[in-house]
Every structure is written in structure tokens, then in C-alpha cells.
């Protein structure tokens, strides 16, 4: 027997034992029914997962409905919470307020505690708090909206590339501040003076203080860790708050203190251990009443990862009398209403 | 010109394109055939089906080419060679398993000439396999397996005489 001859006994024989032809073709039909059901059935699932996926998402990031508005009230304070929505802190809303803010832009209010500036929508706005009107200040310079707006809302402060640039939004005339290095500016004080700045970049970053009449620059505080908060000048603009935080790194949760450093660049003091924050994406904030008599943080002040809602306490500048004002889920920002001035006084 | 992917002549194009039962009638016992020299008896028959089924899936084009019938003999010798292609043969086989029946046992003599056209490099086992279950020409082979005629004539000399070894054969025949 020769190589073919056993080729074709073997052919002959496989071919007589194949299975029944009809029984294949009827499981090939079953098969590709099934497997076009299982086809549809992943289909229908995968689209039903992104659906879901966006629906979570599209909840996620849409803010929530602001609260049902009450009357305009003197002296109140503001905050966000995690979805921007503008908050009052123990107070009626009132009506007049923005629904949203963006936690990294503006949010003060004018001396005369007519108005509140804030970003929303990629606009610096002024609100006004009597009548409701609102009108925008200029478009913000980046996503963030990280510019600071003086306090009666004339004037706005940027910093990039080692220069403090402030434009008067009404003549359109511009000063510069050489301020030597790259800084993002983060208070105005609310005599409109002075303006606090921040470093970026670097291995240590550094608190500044810019007297804008005499241009003196001076640096208040080295970055121990990371600073957390947008610091907060005091009214008169003679004091800086912060928080600062301890242990990134090496902490999951860094230690958050409340600091007090003078403008004029003596030493700081801290006020008040604070506690603890994840603060993946929300951090506390801090600011000053318009008298300048306490100072309010909102922090989370827990070590428990799943909250995410951030108590209001208050503070003397001295670090005494440090009491809860208010638990809830205040976060990101505070603003303190100076008492209405009425149009006829 | 690869005949492969050629379209068929418009006559048959104009009559309606091939009916798939015929040519799975038609097609399917030597598939499985071609099957068994390339991988293990168990999955002959799977690996068949499937290049049966990848068919039936594209049938509206592979109706139109030249040659469904090397179109699909390429399908099956990639399924039967490709591991990852074959695992998941065997896992679709798996979940069969219940239902399925065990391959019709051959001779002693037919079982050992497949596993020792098993054995052949890959090339050779293709080229062998498809020579042996189809009897088909230089030119088919070199078609379905993507590479020139000479080189098919390398394959099946070089299988012939590993074949002829392993079976203790003459080898006979003619290699082309």
C-alpha cells in the first residue's frame, strides 16, 4: 500500500463516518439564531449601561434645583455646597440670589452688601441682591475663573508669568505689579488696598501680600504642605487667614489648622486645629465677617470618607470662641454679607 | 488573480446566488475531513461547523465570489491552526458538550494516518490535508493557503516524505 492508497481509504472512511448532514445544517440554524439573541441581548444591555451611565453621570453633574426663594436679609452668609449651588448658611434664601457658582472664580460680596459677584457660566457676574438683576463683568479667563475681583466689583486681578495685572473694567486702564514669579491671586481686601497672592509652582509655595498703592510685595507664609483653602484677607487688610494643612503624603488625611499671619509679614499664629479632610474635591474655605470680628471656615472635620458635607464654624481672630454655627453641606466657599446699606441713607 | 475573493460570473450573480443548504450539503463532509488532519478528532467536527457557520453569517458576499468553496476551506484550515481562533471552538464545543455526540470512531489505520498528518509542520499539514481530502490541484491549494504554487509543491513533497516515514509507506504518487 502506496501513500495515496491510504490517503483515499482514509478519506473514504471519514468521510462515511461524518455525521448526519441535515442534523448539522439544523444545529448550524439554531446556532446562528442563538448566537444573533445573545448578539442582541449584549447589544441591548451595553446601550442600556451607557444610557444608565449617562443618566448617572448627567445626575451627577447637574446641579441641583436652588431651594424655594424667601426675602432679601442683611448680614447673611453664603456657601456651596457639592453641586454649586449658592447656599445661605441659617438664613432664608432669598430670592434674589444666583442659583449656581463656580467654587474656584469670585464669590464676595460688595461693601454695601448690595451685590455678590461670582462666576457662573463662564462669566464674571454681579448680582444684585435687591432687584435681581444680573450683569456680567467679563468673560472668565479660563475654566476655572481664577481671577479676583475687588470688592466693589470696578476691578479685577489677574496673575500669570510673574505679573499681577489689574484692569479697571469701566476706563479699561491696566496696571502691572512685577511680582517676580508665577502666583495666582486670591484675596482682595475689602478696603480695595491690597490684594493676597499665592505662588505657583516650585517646590515651596509662598502666601504674598501686594499693597497695590505702594506696590510693596511681602511674603507672609511658606506652604508647609499644601494649602488647601483660598486664603481669606481680613476687611482691613492688615491679616491673612488660612488653612494649611499637615501631613499630604504621608497622611492619607492631612491635620488642617486655621492660620492668622499679618500683612506686614510678622510672624502667624494658629488659631485652631481643625481637623481632618480627605479633601479629594472639596476643601474647606474660609472668610471674614465684614467687621472683621470673626473668622468662618466650613470643613468637613471628619475622618469619615463618606461625608461630604462640611459644618460652618466660627472663630475670633484671637483663637478664641470657636463654636459651630451650623452643620450641613456647606462647602468650597463662604461669603459674609456686610449689613445692607439702603440707597437713601 | 486570487479567486478567492473574486466575484462570480453575473449569471450566477443574476439567478439568485447559491442556495447555502446545497452547499453546506455539499461542502460539509469533506470540511470535516479537512478538519481531522489539522486538529484533534473531538474538534473536527466544531472546528467544521464553524467555518460553516462564519459562512452562513457572510453568506450575501461569500454567494458572490468565484470559489464559496475555497473561501470557506480557508476559513476552516485558519480555525483548525489559529489557537486562540480554536479555543474558542472548544469552548463553544464545551457548551455543547451535553448535547453533542461523540465523533464516529475510525479504523486504527485511518486514525494514525491523520494524526501523523497531525503532526506535519503547519504548512505541510494544511497543504497535505487539503490535497488528501479534496484531491485538489497545485493551483487551488496555493490559492486557499495564500502562497505560490512552488512553494505548495515544497510543502507537499517535504509532507509526502514525512508521511511516507511515519507510515512506513512507499510513497507513491505523484507530489504535484
Known amino acids: 500500500m502506496n501513500l495515496d492508497t491510504r490517503a483515499r481509504d482514509a478519506i473514504e472512511e471519514t468521510l462515511q463516518a461524518s455525521g448526519d448532514v441535515e442534523t448539522g445544517l439544523a444545529a448550524l440554524r439554531r446556532t446562528r439564531r442563538r448566537r444573533t439573541a445573545t448578539r442582541l441581548g449584549v447589544l441591548v444591555v451595553a446601550i442600556g449601561l451607557a444610557l444608565s451611565g449617562a443618566l448617572l453621570r448627567d445626575h451627577r453633574t447637574r446641579p441641583e434645583p436652588a431651594p424655594p426663594p424667601g426675602p432679601m436679609r442683611s448680614g447673611i452668609m453664603l456657601s456651596l455646597n457639592v453641586d454649586q449651588v449658592v447656599e445661605t448658611v441659617g438664613s432664608v434664601r432669598p430670592g434674589t440670589l444666583p442659583a449656581h457658582a463656580l467654587p474656584t472664580g469670585p464669590f464676595q460680596f460688595t461693601p454695601d452688601g448690595h451685590h455678590l459677584i461670582y462666576a457662573w457660566d463662564r462669566l464674571v457676574r454681579s448680582r444684585d441682591l435687591i432687584s435681581g438683576d444680573d450683569q456680567p463683568l467679563m468673560p472668565c479667563p479660563d475654566r476655572g475663573c481664577l481671577v479676583v475681583v475687588d470688592p466693589t466689583g470696578t476691578k479685577i486681578a489677574t496673575a500669570h508669568g510673574g505679573v499681577l495685572r489689574v484692569r479697571d473694567l469701566e476706563s479699561h486702564g491696566e496696571r502691572h505689579y512685577d511680582i517676580g514669579r508665577d502666583a495666582s491671586a486670591v484675596s482682595w481686601a475689602l478696603d480695595g488696598r491690597s490684594v493676597a497672592l499665592r505662588t505657583v509652582g516650585g517646590k515651596h509655595q509662598w502666601l504674598l501680600h501686594l499693597d497695590l498703592e505702594s506696590g510693596k510685595l511681602t511674603r507672609l507664609a511658606q506652604e508647609a504642605d ?93 483663637g478664641s470662641d470657636w463654636k459651630l454655627l451650623l452643620g450641613g453641606y456647606f462647602q468650597d466657599r463662604l461669603a459674609w454679607q456686610p449689613p445692607l446699606v439702603s440707597s437713601q441713607d | 488573480m486570487d479567486r478567492i475573493g473574486a466575484q462570480a460570473s453575473p449569471d450566477v450573480v443574476e439567478a439568485g446566488g447559491r442556495d447555502f443548504d446545497a452547499f453546506y450539503r455539499a461542502e460539509l463532509p469533506r470540511l470535516v475531513a479537512l478538519a481531522r488532519g489539522l486538529c484533534a478528532p473531538s474538534l473536527a467536527e466544531d472546528v467544521a461547523q464553524e467555518a460553516m457557520l462564519v459562512t452562513y453569517r457572510k453568506w450575501r458576499t461569500v454567494a458572490q465570489l468565484e470559489r464559496p468553496d475555497l473561501w470557506v476551506r480557508r476559513v476552516c484550515i485558519n480555525l483548525a491552526v489559529s489557537t486562540f481562533r480554536r479555543r474558542m471552538v472548544e469552548l463553544r464545543a464545551l457548551t455543547r458538550l451535553s448535547a453533542r455526540r461523540d465523533p464516529t470512531p475510525l479504523s486504527q489505520d485511518t486514525e494514525e494516518f491523520w494524526a501523523a498528518v497531525r503532526e506535519l509542520p503547519r504548512r505541510q499539514a494544511q497543504a497535505a490535508a487539503l490535497r488528501f481530502a479534496y484531491e485538489l490541484p497545485i493551483a487551488d491549494i496555493a490559492e486557499v493557503l495564500g502562497c505560490s504554487e512552488g512553494t505548495v509543491k515544497q510543502h507537499l513533497s517535504r509532507a509526502r516524505q514525512a508521511l511516507g516515514r511515519t507510515l512506513q509507506l512507499a510513497e507513491g504518487g505523484d507530489a504535484t
Not at chain 1, 229 to 252: M, N, V
Not at chain 1, 270 to 284: A, K, T
Not at chain 1, 292 to 314: D, E, F, N
Open chain 1, 226 to 318: 499644601g494649602i488647601y483653602t483660598l486664603p481669606a484677607l481680613s476687611p482691613d487688610g492688615t491679616q491673612l487667614a488660612y488653612i494649611e494643612a499637615l501631613g499630604r503624603g504621608r497622611q492619607r488625611m492631612p491635620l488642617l489648622r486655621l492660620v492668622i499671619v499679618p500683612t506686614d509679614g510678622g510672624p502667624s499664629r494658629i488659631l485652631h486645629q481643625v481637623g481632618q479632610c480627605y479633601c479629594m474635591r472639596y476643601f474647606p474655605a474660609v472668610t471674614w465677617s465684614p467687621d472683621g470680628q470673626r473668622i468662618a471656615v466650613t470643613l468637613s472635620g471628619t475622618p469619615r470618607r463618606s461625608q461630604v458635607g462640611g459644618a460652618v464654624y466660627t472663630i475670633r481672630p484671637d
